[in-house]
């Protein structure tokens, strides 16, 4: 890495004028500070133009290439349909460039290993845009747990439901990777390798059952086999935002109202003993926040890499496999 290429801000290119490049991914970036968004690449050339002029980014562009290829971009920001995401992070990553791509990272485990290979060759960074684990209220609860705050866990129970008003969306789309499980299932998914310690699920580890619209599942629950541990899982489209979290042990519980996009008004709350302790998480304004703010450090080597794909995106890719057979046996 070469460090006094990023003396200056962070000059970041976004593939595809993507509803969360506007509302999570921009504005994050202006409360991180330290990086800036020159390009905005679309498969038409106007509404990547239209994009960047609504939402302050330097200069829209015509096809992902231009993005990748431009020599004035340190990171790129993969924010495509999920089928699309193996081919132009691995491109981005040939290319030197630093990726934080969109969740999940691949579809299947067999893109997820391939992707990861790449990122291993070229030596560039990946991060997978689960930001989560970045966030103050995610420490906490991880310095709870390991201090014994509720003995030792026994269940994750987690959830993440919302209601999706399109009726053409990416997420209904078999062909482009969509499905509840790898839309918002991935989250609870993902909080379990932070949060069960005992072993990684394997094929036959997962009962569950799933509604579809005739191509992907748009509602699903699972219960997940982690050995002496359990994962309780249910995801879908078809109600109001709901992430409730608990996660449950020997001593006590820990009741998180959302544990991956929290606000001030959201609660993680101890019971213990017969008493309850009631915290609100310390955020930024924005979920993505957090993540940026530590990515630009680590491309100024200010910090070392956390979070980075290789430590969890194929545990999540293979445990993503094993809740799906669950209805697809
Ligand atoms: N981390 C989070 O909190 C979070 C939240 C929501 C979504 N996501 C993830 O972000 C990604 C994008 O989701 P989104 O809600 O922003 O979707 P979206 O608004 O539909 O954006 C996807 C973009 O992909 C491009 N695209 C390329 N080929 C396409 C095709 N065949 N059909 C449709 N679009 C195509 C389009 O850009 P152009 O037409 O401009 O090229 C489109 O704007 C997904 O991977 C999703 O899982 C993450």
């Not at 002029?53 to 231009?66: A, F, K, M, P």
């Not at 989250?187 to 619209?213: C, K, M």
């Not at 450090?297 to 545990?315: F, G, I, K, N, Q």
């Amino acid at each position: 890495m070469n460090a006094a290429k990023f003396t200056g801000e962070v000059r970041w290119g976004i593939l595809g004028a993507a509803d969360i490049a506007r509302a999570q991914f921009l504005p994050g970036l202006r409360e991180a500070g330290g990086g800036r968004a020159v390009l905005v690449a679309s498969r038409d050339g106007g509404r990547a133009d239209a994009f960047a002029r609504n939402h302050g980014v330097d200069q829209g562009v015509e096809g992902y290439d231009s993005v990748v290829d431009s020599p004035g971009i340190d990171a790129v920001y993969v924010a495509l349909p999920n089928s699309h995401h193996a081919r132009w992070t691995q491109r981005a990553l040939e290319m030197g460039k630093a990726v934080l791509c969109e969740k999940p990272l691949c579809v299947g485990s067999a893109q997820t290993a391939a992707v990861l290979e790449t990122a291993t060759e070229t030596g560039a960074l990946l991060w997978e845009s689960f930001v989560f684990p970045f966030q103050a209220q995610h420490r906490r609860l991880l310095d709870l747990l390991a201090g014994g705050a509720i003995g030792e866990v026994r269940e994750l129970n987690s959830l993440f439901y919302f209601n999706l008003s399109r009726s053409e969306d990416i997420r209904l789309s078999e062909e482009l990777g969509g499905g509840a499980l790898a839309d918002v299932g991935c989250y609870p998914i993902r909080l379990a390798q932070e949060v069960l310690s005992t072993r990684d699920p394997s094929a036959g580890d997962a009962v569950g059952f799933a509604t579809g619209n005739g191509a992907v599942e748009t509602e699903a629950v699972a219960i997940v086999d982690y050995g002496r541990q359990r994962l309780v899982l249910g995801c879908g489209f078809g109600r109001a935002v709901d992430t409730f979290t608990r996660v449950l042990g020997t001593d006590g519980q820990i009741h998180l109202t959302n544990p991956f996009h929290p606000q001030p008004a959201d609660t993680l709350v101890l019971r213990r003993d017969g008493k309850e302790t009631v915290e609100h998480p310390t955020v930024d304004a924005r979920p993505f926040t957090a993540a940026l703010r530590h990515i630009h450090a680590v491309l100024r080597e200010e910090e070392t890499p956390a979070h980075l794909a290789d430590e969890s995106s194929l545990r999540t890719a293979r445990t993503l496999e094993v809740v799906a057979q669950a209805w697809s046996a």
